[in-house]
């Protein structure tokens, strides 16, 4: 079983940066997907972006295209989400998971492919 803990999240103003860490703990790692989702209150949980345990592959929502940036370091156990350029509408909850794949350039956009979620951080972007 994988443990996630995230950490990094907080207030901002529009325009500012954050960038989230999410360390995991267990022997593969490496083997593991990885995604980060969002979850504003009263809405449900969305995709942000993914990145395959080789990190040779990324994916993001639209939303976000330009302005964030998966990145992970396999000897660390960490994957990160670098926000650039926040807007008040990226304000919500943001979780990390894992997916065990086998495969190096697997990743997934799908809330329910995820086996494993981290507690979640908050993001607040003022105006």
């Known amino acids: 079983q994988v443990q996630l803990v995230e950490s990094g999240g907080g207030l901002v103003q529009a325009g500012g940066s954050l960038r989230l860490s999410c360390a995991a703990s267990g022997r593969t790692f490496s083997r593991y997907a990885m995604g980060w989702f969002r979850q504003a209150p009263g809405k449900e949980r969305e995709f942000v972006a993914t990145?395959?345990?080789?990190?040779?592959?990324?994916y993001y929502v639209d939303s976000v295209k330009g302005r964030f940036a998966i990145s992970r370091d396999n000897a660390k156990n960490t994957v990160y989400l670098q926000m650039n350029s926040l807007k008040p509408e990226d304000t919500a909850v943001y979780y990390c998971?894992?997916?065990?794949?086998?495969?190096?350039?697997?990743?997934?956009?799908?809330?329910?492919?995820?086996?494993?979620w981290g507690q979640g951080t908050q993001v607040t972007v003022s105006s």
């Open positions: 998971a894992a997916v065990y794949s086998g495969s190096g350039l697997y990743y997934s956009t799908k809330r329910a492919e995820y086996d494993y």
């Open positions: 990145i395959s345990w080789s990190g040779g592959s990324t």
